[in-house]
Structures are given as C-alpha cells and as structure tokens.
C-alpha cells in the first residue's frame, strides 16, 4: 500500500543546455527510451536575463509528432504561429498547451518584458499510442481565464485539474493532468492530497521550502532551482520559512513503450523513420489552414 505521504524518489539539479536557435535553458529532464517519468517526457526552465547575451534567440520553424507542449510563462513574451493558421502572442501568467498528435510544425519566438527578462517554462507530455496520430490540437488560455484558489494562505493557479472544486481550463487532455503554479507565503504551509495513480513533479523555481519525504518523515529543505520527483503516495507536505514558488505537476502514467528522436516521440523506431519520411516527402503536416507554416 502507498504511504501516506509521498516519498521523494528523486531531488534534480536543472542542467544548462542550448536548444533552438542558441537558446539558454535549464533542463531537469528530456525524453528517454527508459520512460522514468511517465507521462512526462521533458521539463526546460527558460529564462533571458542579461541583455548582454546579444538579441533574443528563439525556436524558429520545427516539427513535432506524438507528444503535447505545455508553454506557461512568468515574464516577458512569446509569438507562436503554427501550420494549422494560428498565430498569437502569450505574456505574464498565460498557457499554450499545443497536442502535436499525427503532426505540427510551429515557431516560438521570445520578447523581453519590461524589466528585460523572459522567464517561463516548457513541458512536454506523453500521448498514448492510440491517440498520437490524432489531429493537432491548440489550446491558447490567456491569464484571465486561469482560476486562483487560495488553501490555508497558499495561492494556486489551476491550468488543468481540479482544487477545492475549481477546475482549470485546459481539459480534455489524454494523461488527465494536474498543472498548478502553487506560492507558499513566507512562513506557509501546504498539505495536499493527491491522486495516488498519478506521477507527480515539483519545480521549485524562487526561494526555498522544506518537503516532507515520507520514506524517512523528515523534511528536505531545497532552495530553488531545483526539480523533485515523488514516489506513490496519498499526500504531500511543503512549508516555507522564506516563502517559495513551484510549479506542481501530476498526471497519469501510459505504461507503454516510447521511441524518442528529437521533436518526436512514438511507440517503435518504425514509426520515427515514418515521421522522417513524411517529413522529407511533404506528407509530415495534413489539412493545412491558409496563413499557417508549411511543411518543407
């Protein structure tokens, strides 16, 4: 049986990597054949700060197959346009959960805020086998639309899944996830009850926390930026001398086999040397809407 509260399976150092065009990230984890965290398969912390870095760099044009980025951001800005015509621009507290399914190119393209940073986050989800030649999909949900609850002093964002009977917007999506920004304040404390099936990340990315491990019942204080992987449990505790800011993320596992290359995630090689042919023939993006990227 679970205990109660959820043990902490992994603590991850976020490592600098480049990506895109030259882009600076700090990456906790990227796709494996190995599948460790399933449904999830990638986590980047993005963030722009030095105007001596030169001119912003972004992602331009690229593909995807099998798999849903979820791109939340803090500060600053994004431009993305798509092959399926759409075009919009996401700030401070907004969301763009994008499902790939069969086949996406699109570009992301960063804007410094007023006080000169871009800082925000990407994930990348799993698809079941069965869905990941299913038509792309887009959601854009402006930080309007997201619900703030407030437990015991803590401040939460709900983008997907359910708090004190708030639901977020972002909603039929395959690994049934939970996606919070969560804000202990200086002092706070938080206890969460959690879906027990569900995998379950925590990205501490300002200050510092003590959470609970519950395979020890002692606390590990972390101090931000810094990725926390929880085993099966029911529960999890956090508090804060200082305060702190987290992303939390849960979702439940496929247990199915992955093939990673790149952009793509599907089931068998085979199918990755599909999506390079579909690719090199012109088949990759399907349905395309007038305005919108094509496929080379």
Do not use: C
């Amino acid at each position: 049986m679970a205990s109660e509260v959820r043990p902490i399976r992994e603590v991850i150092r976020p490592q600098l990597v480049i990506e895109g065009a030259g882009v600076r990230l700090l990456r906790s984890f990227a796709p494996q054949r190995s599948n460790p965290y399933d449904p999830f398969l990638l986590f980047d912390h993005f963030a722009f700060n030095d105007p001596r870095e030169g001119p912003l760099r972004g992602f331009p044009t690229h593909p995807h197959r099998g798999i849903e980025t979820v791109t939340y951001m803090l500060e600053g800005s994004v431009r993305h346009r798509d092959s399926l015509g759409n075009l919009g621009v996401i700030g401070p507290g907004d969301v763009q959960w994008m499902t790939s399914g069969r086949g996406i190119l699109h570009e992301e393209m960063p804007t410094r805020g007023p006080a000169g940073r871009v800082l925000g986050f990407q994930l990348w989800v799993n698809l079941p086998a069965a869905l990941k030649m299913s038509p792309p999909r887009y959601q854009e949900v402006a930080a309007a639309r997201i619900p703030q609850v407030e437990v015991a002093g803590v401040r939460l964002r709900v983008v997907a899944g359910e708090v004190a009977g708030v639901r977020g917007p972002v909603r039929e999506i395959a690994a049934q996830p939970l996606y919070l920004e969560v804000a202990v304040p200086p002092g706070g404390a938080l206890e969460w009850a959690t879906d027990p099936t569900h995998t379950l990340l925590a990205y501490l990315f300002e200050g510092e926390g003590t959470l609970e491990d519950g395979a020890t019942g002692r606390g590990v204080t972390l101090a931000a930026p810094v990725m926390v992987v929880y085993g099966a449990g029911e529960r999890l505790r956090w508090r804060s001398a200082a305060g702190m800011r987290a992303m939390l993320i849960g979702g439940r596992p496929f247990g199915e086999p992955i093939y990673p290359y790149g952009p793509f995630v599907m089931t068998t090689r085979e199918e990755i040397e599909q999506a390079l042919r579909d690719l090199r023939e012109g088949r990759f993006v399907q349905g395309e809407v007038e305005g919108g990227l094509r496929a080379p």
